[in-house]
T-cell receptor
């Protein structure tokens, strides 16, 4: 099984940088996803990490440390439209590769 | 490219009634997932299909929930009878395959309210 922990809510100012952390415990790790979900909408894929290090994609970056069971999503130059829930999901080494989602972090960006 | 289609968008039923949700995945996607997302929580997998076969349904409450994907394309999820705690958004997702680095594409979901 897996245990995934994220902060429930964060607030930040437009134009700033915010880091959303995710810690996990799993019997066998096989990749970590970050998804963005606006209220009332479907989750959309942001990033995938399977090796240690930083993956950068525009204003968003995701970091993974497998030895620490830790990931973060870094959002730069925050915009009002970044207000959303950010979901961390971990895949284990089970044959079906099903990702287990955390509860999500609700990010509120204010002017 | 058309996304994952789900219907209906909203449904309100009384407890002990039955309800069915429909999902049409992205064309060519072999893997289809049904998730339940209760307000304030992350999505929880109910069932995964690979083509028309069930890969994992370990978290599906089989006494009241059922799902099928008869021709390996569209899928339906049914709840019979519904309970108050079934109030949630039911998300369908699909992926090209079920390998480790393949992301899932989600539909907009069906918001179910059981009163």
């Amino acid at each position: 099984g897996q245990n995934i922990d994220q902060p429930t809510e964060m607030t930040a100012t437009e134009g700033a940088i915010v880091q959303i952390n995710c810690t996990y415990q799993t019997s066998g790790f096989n990749g970590l996803f970050w998804y963005q979900q606006h209220a009332g909408e479907a989750p959309t894929f942001l990033s995938y990490n399977v090796l240690d290090g930083l993956e950068e994609k525009g204003r968003f970056s995701s970091f993974l440390s497998r030895s620490k069971g830790y990931s973060y999503l870094l959002l730069k130059e925050l915009q009002m439209k970044d207000s959303a829930s950010y979901l961390c999901a971990v895949r284990d080494r089970g044959g079906s590769y099903i990702p287990t989602f955390g509860r999500g972090t609700s990010l509120i960006v204010h002017p | 490219e058309a996304g994952v289609a789900q219907s209906p968008r909203y449904k309100i039923i009384e407890k002990r009634q039955s309800v069915a949700f429909w999902c049409n995945p992205i064309s060519g996607h072999a893997t289809l997932y049904w998730y339940q997302q209760i307000l304030g929580q992350g999505p929880k997998l109910l069932i995964q299909f690979q083509n028309n076969g069930v890969v994992d349904d370990s978290q599906l409450p089989k006494d009241r929930f059922s799902a099928e994907r008869l021709k390996g394309v569209d899928s339906t999820l049914k709840i019979q009878p519904a309970k108050l705690e079934d109030s949630a958004v039911y998300l369908c997702a699909s992926s090209f395959e079920s390998s480790a680095n393949t992301e899932a594409f989600f539909g907009q979901g069906t918001r179910l309210t059981v009163v």
